[in-house]
């Protein structure tokens, strides 16, 4: 069975995914473990085509120099046939000091090795994409954590929105926001101040407050969101798309779970928590109210009036308005 060990000074690391920010800090880790044990541990890194039986026993072997040896193959994929056997050999008979890490973008080729390496032992560590928005909001929030912050799950899923899910993006933007944050708590209108340029994300922010109640500050994201670029149809539709979101929800029976409140009302399982703590607050008269008032501003902005920021501006007053009804 693979090695569950969390120590990366293992005889053999498999290195799984095609997710380069991940396979780095994999390597990374093993790396900085040997030279933590050894300043002086020696790193080679060579690619799978190039290794040979031969090249291997001398990586692999003790050095004169050093007590410590890493060697790092990369496109593990590309080895041949005899340099595989030599690898579970080693794996088989591992040499005091000597780690191996093995990097496989995943996929099917040598995926016959890669499956005889894990069964003998090899400790996996994986590197796949992070495709779903749960995965990557989770992501930031651990990164906000690793540079020494705090983020809740509304202020994360709005980096994710801005940034999308390219992990080198959202790793270098959850650190920036760390370090900048007051007291280290990141907030969405810190995360709003340092991505405002983002046209693509102004709708949905815009949204977020005043579905909140945030009436001032969904006013001023719609001026910084318009003056940056935001098509006025974008907030429209974001807004909408939010005030529907909530009235399936509150139409939802008691007792779901929430999977399946999240198949009913058609938004990723995570958004349902931040759904549940927006909807506090609304009727089912005052969400009616708020959603006959974006249809009013869509009818404007797509062409029934001159001003489409005062259009706007009015529907999101009107939202505010709605919220406070029977409360």
Known sequence: MPSRTSDPLVPVTLVVGPEALLSERAVGAVVRAARAADADADVTEVTGSDLTVGGLAEYASPSLFATRRVLVVRDMQDVDESVGEALLAHLQHPIEDIHLVLVHPGGVKSKKLLDRLRKAGGHEVKAEKLTKPDDQVAFVRAEVRRSGGQIDEGAARQLVEAVGGDLRGL?????????????????????????????????????????????????????????????????????????????????????????????????????????????????????????????????????????????????????????????
């Open 171 to 327: 790793a270098s933007g959850a650190a920036q926001l760390a370090v900048d944050a007051p007291d280290g708590v990141v907030t969405p209108a810190l995360v709003s101040t340092y991505f405002e340029g983002r046209a693509e994300v102004k709708g949905w922010v815009v949204a977020d407050r005043a579905v909140e109640g945030d009436t001032a500050q969904a006013v001023e994201q719609l001026r910084w969101a318009l003056q940056t670029g935001t098509d006025p149809v974008l907030v429209i539709g974001a807004l909408a798309t939010s005030l529907r979101s909530l009235a399936r929800l509150a139409g939802t029976p008691r007792g779901l779970r929430d999977a399946d409140i999240a198949r009913d009302v058609g938004v990723p399982p995570w958004k349902v928590r931040v759904l549940r703590g927006q909807l506090r607050g609304w009727t089912p008269d005052g969400l009616g109210r708020a959603i006959r008032a974006v249809a009013s501003a869509d009818l404007a902005v797509k062409g029934g009036a001159n001003d489409a920021t005062l259009a706007l501006t009015t529907a999101l007053v009107e939202i505010g308005r709605a919220r406070s009804v029977g409360r």
